[in-house]
């Protein structure tokens, strides 16, 4: 590896493709593109790990692993895992990169899908709206024939209780919500199912 220290912003500009400077990157995706850059000098790769590059770069690991997973969408930036190490990054040349008005759209997809990462996240769902809510409580309620699933009642106000509750990693997946009554659902609270029948007995 050819590997360019440098000191100074002057010397930044060497390895930094001017047409950068209109790219439209936030500060943060910029200050990782040029660590990248100082750390590849010329056509070689960088291997620094993200919690490393995140300190050099004064900002936390998550908003680090962002700005990475953000280069690497819009092209400016080749990821090639190297299982048992870090990740080795390539700077690819201008003309593959994307067109700068799918920044937007590359940031909100790089702060959702964490796909390109060394340590994955936890997986992120998206909160339903009111009326999709409404929805899947009512399939909740039909598939469960408008009875409590803890206490066999019918005759109750019916919650949609998640299982697994939501603060403890549950989803708003069918397969994670059962129909109860509002008795057996407030008795609940944020415990499971196994936790809450293992107090009540
Ligand atoms: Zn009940």
Known sequence: MNKVEIS??????????????????DPYEFRIYGRLARRCGSGGTAWESVSSMAIACGMGEQKAKQC??????????????????SSEYLLLPASG?????DLKGARREASYHPNVE????????RRPTIPEWAEIRQSVFIRDAYTCQYCGASDQKLHCDHILPMSRGGTNELSNLATACKAC???????TAK??????S
């Not at 990475?68 to 190490?85: A, K, M, N, Q, T």
């Not at 990169?97 to 008005?101: G, Q, R, T, V």
């Not at 060394?118 to 769902?125: C, G, H, L, M, S």
């Not at 659902?185 to 415990?191: A, F, H, P, Q, T």
């Open 97 to 101: 990169w994307s067109d700068p008005s």
């Open 68 to 85: 990475l997973r953000l280069l690497c969408i819009v092209g400016l930036v080749e990821r090639r895992s190297r299982p048992g190490h």
């Open 185 to 191: 659902n407030l008795s609940k609270g944020s415990k």
């Open 195 to 200: 936790e809450w029948k293992g107090g009540a």
């Open 8 to 25: 100074d912003g002057r010397d930044l500009e060497a390895v930094i493709p001017a047409v950068l400077d209109d790219y439209g990157l």
């Open 118 to 125: 060394i340590a994955p996240d936890k997986p992120r769902y």
